[in-house]
């Protein structure tokens, strides 16, 4: 059973959008900084954003930066990835992902991260 549960993944043409939602628990939704990566079809698994503790500091990779959006709903426990103008590149499987933490920096590296969802397939056609 994951503990993080992703959805909102597609398939969409280059230009579309997806909003992906990722359901955390609530304990750690509230102690933790959270993040978003991508693995695409015989590539490595790369960081694409990321969102501090308190919801106020963000990160973003250079090829979605300006494209993508992440955010946080502290009612529902819920993070977002908003992804706009999307291409062909962006295809791959998406994974949220949970690190606990008492500071309010954002995290760049997988290993960093304690907790993840199982993933959700965004495919995007040209």
């Known amino acids: 059973q994951a503990q993080m549960v992703e959805s909102g993944g597609g398939l969409v043409q280059a230009g579309d959008s997806l909003r992906l939602s990722c359901a955390a628990p609530k304990l750690t939704f509230a102690t933790s900084a959270l993040g978003w990566f991508r693995q695409a079809p015989g590539k490595e698994r790369d960081f694409v954003a990321a969102?501090?503790?308190?919801?106020?500091?963000?990160a973003y990779s250079d090829p979605v930066k300006g494209r993508f959006r992440v955010s946080a709903d502290y009612m529902n426990d819920v993070v977002y990835l908003q992804m706009d103008n999307l291409k062909p590149e962006d295809t791959a499987i998406y994974y949220c992902a949970a690190k606990r933490t008492t500071n309010e920096d954002v995290y760049y590296g997988s290993i960093e991260y304690d907790t993840w969802g199982q993933g959700t397939r965004v495919t995007v056609s040209s």
């Open positions: 969102i501090s503790r308190n919801g106020l500091a963000f």
